[in-house]
């Protein structure tokens, strides 16, 4: 996180999860994971955006999640993300 104070903030994350033992018995596979935010920050708002997922890292694109037909599924653990790329964003006030 970079901030100058009382004016901005800017931050980024970086995660790595390592491959998991799946209940069955497979091998989920290692996956990274980034994100960004900004805020502007004025006297009495700021207004923020954040960036989640930026890698658009999903466990759909690298595994599945469930075996079997559509009428009788049978359903995979689920160890990484679903939803993919997400943007969201805000105004914080000071009351």
């Known amino acids: 996180m970079y901030e100058v104070e009382d004016k901005w903030k800017i931050g ?15 091998k989920g596979k290692g996956y990274w994971t980034a994100g960004l935010m900004a805020e502007k920050i004025w006297e009495r708002f700021s207004v923020f955006v954040n960036f989640e997922n930026i890698t658009d890292t ?38």
Request: no cysteine; charged share 20%; hydrophobic share 35%.
């Open 58 to 95: 999903r466990q759909t694109k690298f595994d599945t999640i469930y075996t079997g037909s559509i009428t009788n599924p049978v359903f995979r653990d689920i160890y990484a993300p679903l939803d993919g790329f997400v943007i969201n964003g805000g105004i914080k006030i000071r009351l």
């Open 12 to 26: 980024a994350e970086a995660y790595y999860f390592g491959s998991q033992q799946l209940n069955d018995g497979a």
